[in-house]
């Protein structure tokens, strides 16, 4: 039998004074109860109730043994009611991974979440590299790329497309592509973790997709040191629409061979594992999930 369930028999028994009564309080046949005891005694070998027709009394060392495990019965309560706690209130240390491009998104979402939640505080980390989320102990990652491992679970938040522009100053010097064979001809900043390398993929107007092998002169995991290159005339850049939005507002960056989009992808909430999600995971991603929507019309 179960041994927390006798403690608990053996307790009520010993509270009821009986076992008839301790069989009502526990919505319990008489049998059972006495079964549930004398699997005890027998474990234990030793006797922990007298028994007579009328009433049960301790023995000495079931009187100690009652005791004892009352407070063990009392202890797992409580430890009971803690995570209980912990899973209705979010608390403790919250350690996330994102890419320098996405804090101005992320910032916000953070601000409110730990006004939301105070007894939470934040772990947030910032760089371009592959990390290992089990290894280095991350409870989420915000990336703009599916993760290579395949047994991560993976929210999207919102989908986003390449966005191929140049300065203005550059097109002075240069005639504008019309269509990806076009830049075989052209200097172009290349992203080290895109996904298809130094192929750059395209879907045209009718719905085709076109790739085109691409060189250039710069190769960098930066995102904002690609931008600056393209606001300074350096080269043309196929650059996420999210970066850019801004420069394509203000004039510093300018659209080019509009007639082809890039392939969409999507900012992700990636974690670990989908069983057993603390609370505190579970509320951010939610909230994530919530305040990016407003970003999907201009993201793609």
Not at 30 to 39: D, E, K, L
Not at 170 to 199: I, V
Request: with cysteine.
């Amino acid at each position: 039998m179960d041994r927390l369930t006798s403690l608990a028999v053996f307790g009520r028994v010993v509270e009821s004074g009986g076992f008839s009564a301790a069989a009502r309080r526990l919505n319990m046949s008489v049998t059972m109860v006495g079964n549930h005891v004398q699997s005890l005694e027998e474990r234990l070998g030793v006797r922990l109730l007298n028994r007579t027709t009328r009433k049960v009394s301790l023995t000495e060392t079931g009187k100690f043994y009652y005791e004892r495990s009352a407070q063990i019965l009392a202890d797992l309560e409580d430890a009971d009611r803690a995570v209980g706690a912990l899973t209705s209130m979010p608390r403790g240390t919250l350690k996330i991974y994102t890419s320098t491009h996405i804090v101005r998104f992320l910032s916000p979402v953070i601000d409110e979440f730990l006004e939301l939640y105070p007894s939470v505080s934040l772990d947030l980390n910032i760089g371009e590299r592959m990390i290992d989320m089990i290894e280095d102990g991350y409870d989420l990652a915000i990336r703009t790329v599916p993760p290579p491992d395949s047994t991560l679970v993976v929210r999207k938040l919102t989908p986003w497309r390449h966005v191929l522009a140049c300065s203005p100053s550059y097109l002075e010097s240069h005639e504008a592509p019309t269509a990806p064979g076009d830049l075989k001809g052209h200097d172009c900043l290349q992203y080290s973790y895109y996904p298809f390398g130094d192929e750059w993929h395209f879907v045209s107007a009718a719905g085709n997709q076109e790739n085109v092998r691409v060189h250039g002169t710069v190769l960098s995991n930066s995102a904002e040191a690609l931008r600056y290159l393209a606001v300074n005339g350096r080269a043309v850049w196929l650059a996420p629409s999210f970066v850019i939005y801004d420069d394509l507002a203000a004039g510093r960056l300018v659209r080019i061979m509009p007639e082809y989009e890039g392939v969409e992808f999507a900012i992700n909430a990636i974690y670990p594992n989908r069983s057993h999600l603390p609370t505190k995971v579970r509320l951010f991603i939610d909230l994530l999930a919530e305040r990016f929507a407003d970003h999907r019309k201009w993201m793609t």
